[in-house]
């Protein structure tokens, strides 16, 4: 008995060495911390096209422009006036600098108008929708040496497009 007791008493207690997680902290902590600033979520406000129930005759001579995307073309056109010019899908992709130009010929006619609704078809992936936006957001334009972006049309309304290949 008196062994025994002599073994718990003479039992030294050990020591935990944190030092190889300490070293390891130091490393991942502030490499988190850099990498943090560096990843950057955008996001961008849409609206759902609204009807008006009054009509003014300073809303009559504007531009409600709406842009169609089709699994087959893109189509632009006034929502009075109907198509204003299609863009066919060629070598399996859509155009989207003719309709970025077509759509900076169109803001020259219309510079106070901001507004574009943006039709879809069931069947047109997320990718092409976000292409179409960005087309119709914005432009890059020539500013001596540099190339600066220039908004078109930045608010922007998303919808169903109407059935069949018409334009409204």
């Not at 991942?28 to 996001?43: G, K, M, N, Q």
Request: charged share 25%; aromatic share 6%.
């Amino acid at each position: 008995m008196t062994i025994r007791a002599r073994r718990h008493r003479h039992r030294e207690t050990a020591e935990l060495n944190i030092t190889a997680f300490m070293n390891l902290m130091v490393i991942l902590v502030p490499f988190l911390l850099i990498t943090a600033v560096f990843s950057r979520v955008a996001v961008l406000e849409l609206n759902l096209p609204g009807e008006s129930s009054s009509t003014t005759e300073q809303d009559e001579a504007r531009l409600n422009l709406e842009i169609v995307v089709r699994v087959d073309q893109l189509e632009v056109g006034d929502r009075r006036t109907g198509r204003l010019k299609s863009f066919p899908v060629e070598r399996g992709g859509y155009d989207y600098a003719a309709l970025t130009a077509f759509l900076t010929e169109l803001k020259t006619r219309y510079p106070d108008v901001t507004r574009a609704a943006v039709l879809l078809e069931p069947d047109v992936n997320y990718d092409t929708i976000v292409q179409v936006m960005d087309a119709v957001r914005l432009t890059a334009v020539k500013d001596g040496k540099d190339i600066v972006l220039a908004e078109l049309f930045p608010d922007i309304s998303i919808g169903d497009a109407p059935a069949g290949g018409d334009a409204r």
